[in-house]
């Protein structure tokens, strides 16, 4: 009989509230960006998948939304993208900011996941400051960590694979993620919309990638419209003289090319879509599952 340890593959869902570190937690544990990460929350819109594999191991990491409250469609849709995880994942990692505390939104996740006999670690997220470190006793978790610096990362990871299934890995070892690169780069974008634009407007703005020509190897050409939902935003989106969206493009192209590993051809337009965020077959059409 062979010594050997059995090959181990499961998924591993991240839930928490918005702005919880799951999207950091992500890129840290892949060692690249995949996930859009702003100070703003509720920045993730729908579900990330990224592949870990790992000696012996293959981690299927799920980031989420943070758990929305509101009754519009596009955040029923992003509820029910969370809902789905929590019935699909093999082992869940509820993530915990010591500054803003058990909520109970953690309850109700922790126990529908308990119900269902999944295996849940309690992470508390922010170890590398003082004060979130102290207050991270009190919550009884089970492990903390840092996302930003990487502190208690590589606990996390053997906890995770231990407690994942048996089994062979779900996809070959170059894989990174189940998203095409379509869909990457317009959540990028997204991201350059959040970063310049203020507190309110990006909440109300969708991406959509028009054009995605990869012909020339040399030279990726991607053309995008910035959707909001009144002809008044689009005037805040573009700016005086186009300089807002200019920005706007200049730090997406940027982020675009060191995905891609090759220059970026950007053109973005902005148009007004009333209730874009409303209607359920629109979300769908745009990424939101």
Not at 108 to 123: F, I, K, N, S
Request: charged share 30%; net charge neutral; proline share 5%.
């Amino acid at each position: 009989m062979s010594g050997e340890a059995a090959h181990r593959s499961g998924v591993v869902a991240l839930l928490g509230r918005p702005n919880a570190g799951k999207s950091t937690l992500l890129n840290r544990l892949l060692g690249q960006k995949l996930a859009i990460v702003t100070a703003k929350p509720q920045t993730t819109r729908s579900r990330i998948l990224g592949i870990l594999t790992l000696p012996g191991a293959q981690l299927l990491l799920l980031d989420t939304p943070g758990f929305h409250e509101g009754g519009k469609a596009l955040n029923r849709a992003l509820n029910a993208i969370v809902e789905r995880v929590v019935d699909d994942c093999d082992v869940a990692v509820l993530l915990v900011d010591p500054s803003r505390g058990w909520s109970p939104q953690h309850d109700a996740l922790r126990a529908e996941l308990e119900r269902q006999g999944t295996p849940v670690l309690v992470v508390a997220t922010q170890c590398d400051r003082e004060a979130a470190a102290r207050k991270a006793e009190a919550l009884g978790a089970d492990l903390q960590i840092s996302a930003r610096t990487g502190e208690g990362v590589d606990a996390l990871l053997a906890a995770l694979v231990e407690r994942v299934p048996e089994g062979p890995p779900f996809y070959p070892e170059d894989e990174v993620t189940d998203r095409s690169l379509r869909f990457l780069s317009a959540e990028l974008i997204r991201e350059a919309v959040f970063e310049e634009l203020g507190q309110e407007l990006p909440y109300e703005t969708a991406v959509e990638i028009m054009e995605f020509d990869e012909r020339d190897p040399e030279l990726i050409r991607i053309r995008a419209r910035l959707l909001v939902e009144r002809n008044s935003q689009v005037s805040m989106v573009v700016g005086q003289g186009g300089r807002m969206i200019k920005k706007i493009g200049t730090r997406a192209r940027k982020a675009l090319e060191a995905l891609l590993e090759t220059r970026v051809y950007l053109e973005l337009r902005a148009k007004a879509e009333p209730r874009w965020s409303k209607r359920p077959r629109r979300l769908e059409s745009l990424g939101y599952e």
